[in-house]
C-alpha cells in the first residue's frame, strides 16, 4: 500500500488548507484511514480518523470543530479540511492506513502503512 500525501503549506493564521492523501496498491475500501502530526521537537499525534465506510469520524479535541476528516471510496483518497487554522497546528502531517483498526485504538499511531508527511506552516 502507498499513501502520498499532498496539499501542505503556508497560510495565515485563520485561513485553510485541505490535505488529500491519495491511495494506491490495495482496496482503499478496507482501510481505516487517520490523520497524524507532527511538531518539531514534539511527538507524533493523532489528528483524525475515519472508518471504512464513512460512518464514524473521530477527531482530536485540538481540532475537533475546526478540522474535518473526510474519504471518497471511489477515488481511493482520504481528505483533511483545516479551517481556523492556528500557529500550533504548524507541523508535518502524515497519513496513515490499517486494515485491523478498531475504534478504540484509532488514535494510536500503530497503523501498517504510512505516507510521507506533509508540512503546513501557519503564521501568525
Known amino acids: 500500500v502507498q499513501l502520498q500525501a499532498s496539499g501542505g503549506g503556508l497560510v495565515q493564521a485563520g485561513g485553510s488548507l485541505r490535505l488529500s492523501c491519495a491511495v494506491s496498491g490495495r482496496t482503499f475500501s478496507l482501510y481505516t484511514m487517520a490523520w497524524f502530526r507532527q511538531a518539531t521537537g514534539k511527538e507524533r499525534e493523532f489528528v483524525a480518523a475515519?472508518?471504512?465506510?464513512?460512518?464514524?469520524?473521530f477527531h482530536a479535541d485540538s481540532v475537533k470543530g475546526r478540522f474535518a476528516i473526510s474519504r471518497d471510496n471511489t477515488k481511493s483518497t482520504v481528505y483533511l479540511q483545516m479551517n481556523s487554522l492556528q500557529s500550533e497546528d504548524t507541523a508535518v502531517y502524515y497519513c496513515a492506513a490499517d486494515r485491523t483498526k478498531i475504534v478504540s485504538s484509532y488514535t494510536h499511531p500503530d497503523y501498517a502503512y504510512w505516507g510521507r508527511g506533509t508540512l503546513v506552516t501557519v503564521s501568525s
Open positions: 475515519i472508518s471504512r465506510s464513512s460512518s464514524g469520524t
